[in-house]
């Protein structure tokens, strides 16, 4: 199988031209190339294919295996991706996703891809679509227990569930303890990303997350576009904010007027490769 390893600001996944490659069980082999130590290393495999709908579709893959519905970093390497390798000579496209239509702005530097601005589409806030367990309609600031301790969450999906929870301090955080915990709570029916979040200002934020069926990463899109959204509804920070992640920063907006929100950042080509994929069930 030919393949390109790539990130966006250090979120890495294995992409597939699926337009010439098939893929008949992406499952095992999303689980197989993210290893580490025996695979290529990744936090998941992403497919690159034609769409009735749309320019492209992006179907993804968690490193567990699981598959995905929609994931921030990894649609903005797919607008690379198409655009680089000459698929499209489109700036403005369309990507199908497991959530919906997502609309891509490409900035080009040198006949590359430099920056890429997402439209995310709107926030889902009912706690029944998110979901999360709860009996009030929406779950904003609201306490949960997780290994005895009590937090404060507020639940958010953008494409894929999300609880954004604050603390004074994120980089001393046991997050390989904690990240679990919260993944698999029973408020949680589909399982959870897990932001922890610490506010620096009124446009900047801090923040570590805990992906389902991947662990911890260095960034998640969808996640600090929910952070973000979280925020402005704490009355934390303003409707533009920073958010800081391990592998870099994200630009998120949300247009509250229009109930959209974009997001702007890199996304990066690191090499291109072929592996055997013989014995992968």
Not at 6 to 30: F, S, T
Not at 138 to 167: K, L
Request: include cysteine; aromatic fraction near 8%.
């Amino acid at each position: 199988m030919k393949f390109t390893k790539m990130h966006g600001i250090g979120n890495d996944y294995v992409y597939v031209n699926c337009l010439e490659e098939e893929v008949k069980n992406p499952g095992p082999i999303a689980k197989y190339v993210s290893d580490r130590h025996c695979g290529i290393g990744s936090d998941g495999l992403i497919l690159i294919k034609p769409s009735d709908t749309a320019d492209f579709e992006m179907d993804m893959y968690n490193s567990d295996g699981s598959q995905g519905a929609m994931c921030g970093n990894g649609i903005r390497c797919v607008g690379k991706y198409v655009y680089d390798y000459g698929l499209t000579d489109k700036t403005h496209l369309e990507i199908q996703t497991k959530s919906g239509i997502k609309y891509l702005d490409l900035q080009i530097e040198d006949g590359k891809t430099a920056m890429i601005k997402v439209n995310m589409g709107s926030p889902i806030l009912a706690a029944k679509e998110i979901p999360v367990v709860s009996d009030k309609e929406q779950v904003i600031d609201e306490p949960i227990c997780v290994d005895g301790v009590e937090y404060r969450m507020t639940g958010v999906s953008m494409g894929n569930p999300h609880a954004i929870v604050y603390m004074d301090d994120v980089d001393g955080l046991d997050i390989e303890k904690l990240g679990p915990k919260f993944e698999n709570h029973e408020r949680f029916p589909d399982r959870v990303n897990t932001e922890f979040v610490k506010v620096l200002d009124k446009e900047t934020v801090q923040m570590r997350v805990w992906e389902r069926g991947a662990g911890e990463t260095m960034a998640c899109g969808t996640g600090a576009c929910a952070v973000a959204v979280a925020c402005i509804l704490n009355g934390l920070t303003k409707e533009h904010v920073t958010v800081k992640l391990l592998g870099g920063d994200l630009e998120i907006f949300w247009d509250r007027s229009a109930d959209v929100v974009y997001m702007t950042g890199p996304a990066a080509t690191v090499f291109d490769g072929e592996i055997d994929l013989s014995g992968v069930e």
